[in-house]
Every structure is written in C-alpha cells, then in structure tokens.
C-alpha cells in the first residue's frame, strides 16, 4: 500500500505561476524526499527534508515538513513549461527492521505548466 | 560520472517466458533498490541490496520474480512464466550506503516490460 497520499492528483497553471503540491504520510519517518519524473521514466531527486527540519529551499522549490499533521508541501515558484512533470514524495523509515532503507512513494501530482 | 544504466530499455515478451532485467548501479554505491511502477498501482517497492544481501523481499509480489546481486555491482531481476499482470516499468535506483532513506537514490531510466 502507499504511505504517501499526494494532491491534487492533477495541476495545470500558467507559466509564471506558482504550483503548490501536498502530501501526507501514515506513519513515523525519519526523511521526506520529492521526486521528479519525466515522461513516465526515470526519477530525479528534488530535495531531502529530515524530519527535524520545517522547511528548505533549493532555487525555486520550496519545501515545508508538518511532522505533527503527517503532511508535507511542495512548492515551485515562478513556473516553467519545462517544470512540466509528475512530482512524487517518499518517505524513508526509521532504523531497525528490514525495511529499513526502502522508499514508499505516494501516487504523485501531474504537473501540467503551459506556456 | 556515469548514472545508473539499465537493460533492455524496452522489453515484450509473451505470457509465460522469463525474462531478466539489468541494473548497473553508480560505482561505488552499495545499495541498490528496484522498484515497479504500473498504471493504478503506482511505484512500488520490490526489493534493496546491502551489498549483495537483500535483507527485505517482502515487496517481491509472487515467488515468480527473484533478483541477485553480484560483486556488489550489477543486480538482475528474473520474472518466471510472466504474466499480463507483470507489464510495468520497473525502476532501478541506487545510493551510496543504505542510511533509512536519508541517502538521496539515485534512478535508472527504467525497463518497460510488455507481456502480451
């Protein structure tokens, strides 16, 4: 089953404009991790923000973490057509038992940016 | 440096043969992670590599698929008597030691398998 559970599960904004996607988690994680993907292949790592941390930037995303509600957001300002992709969030579990190590990835936001 | 390469990048097959899949990881990493995404299924884990120990093979979905990892480098995923069910693209990532997920992974660009 998925941990993650992501909306809206489609967005399409203007180019310049800011998309904002969400995601909550069932359980305790020690990581929250965004993910691009392209075309339905492989994934591009965004950003990590551990679960100590509120927020995060890195250029035009930014990346807030509620470990109280169990959600995270994602936001990227500014659009471009080329931002055009699914966006996925994953949560890594904490240490001890054999899933220790294992990504859970929500069911992702498409991201539709028109020019 | 290289990324993590997989083959084939695209693969049909007919209902009941096996296939293999491959995943180099980068170099150096020790871990390495396969994952499956479907349509209304999402990306599912399948299975990770310490090494070449794979502590976790809940994810494997039926004893028909079984993967290996060897010289802890190149890993190969064996799906038997495939079936329509097992169509996907199946994901390859790996990063540089197994740290709880903190460890950012990094992805192949998939093998899509077509089971007709």
């Known amino acids: 089953s998925q941990q993650g559970e992501e909306d809206p599960q489609a967005l399409s904004i203007q180019e310049g404009e800011n998309a904002t996607m969400n995601c909550s988690y069932k359980?305790?994680?020690?990581?929250l991790q965004w993910y691009r993907q392209n075309s339905g292949r492989g994934l591009v790592h965004l950003i990590l923000?551990?679960?100590?941390?509120r927020e995060k930037h890195s250029g035009r995303l930014r990346v807030t973490l509620d470990t109280s509600k169990k959600s995270s957001s994602l936001l990227i300002t500014a659009s471009r057509a080329a931002d055009t992709a699914s966006y996925f969030c994953?949560?890594?579990?904490?240490?001890?038992?054999?899933?220790?190590?294992?990504?859970?990835f929500g069911q992702g936001t498409i991201l539709t940016v028109h020019p | 440096g290289a990324g993590v390469s997989q083959s084939p990048s695209n693969k049909v097959t007919e209902k009941g043969k096996d296939v293999e899949l491959r995943c180099d990881p980068i170099s150096g990493h020790t871990a390495l992670y396969w994952y499956r995404q479907s349509l209304g299924q999402g990306l599912e884990f399948l299975i990770y590599?310490?090494?070449?120990?794979?502590?976790?093979k809940s994810g494997l979905p039926s004893d028909r698929f079984s993967a290996e990892r060897t010289g802890g480098s190149v890993s190969t995923l064996t799906i038997q008597r495939t079936q329509q069910e097992d169509s996907a693209v199946y994901l390859c990532a790996s990063s540089p030691r197994l740290a709880g997920g903190q460890e950012t992974q990094y992805f192949g660009p998939g093998t899509r398998l077509l089971v007709l």
């Open positions: 994953a949560t890594g579990t904490h240490a001890g038992g054999t899933s220790y190590g294992k990504l859970t």
């Open positions: 590599f310490q090494g070449n120990s794979a502590p976790d």
């Open positions: 923000i551990r679960s100590n941390e």
């Open positions: 359980t305790s994680i020690n990581n």
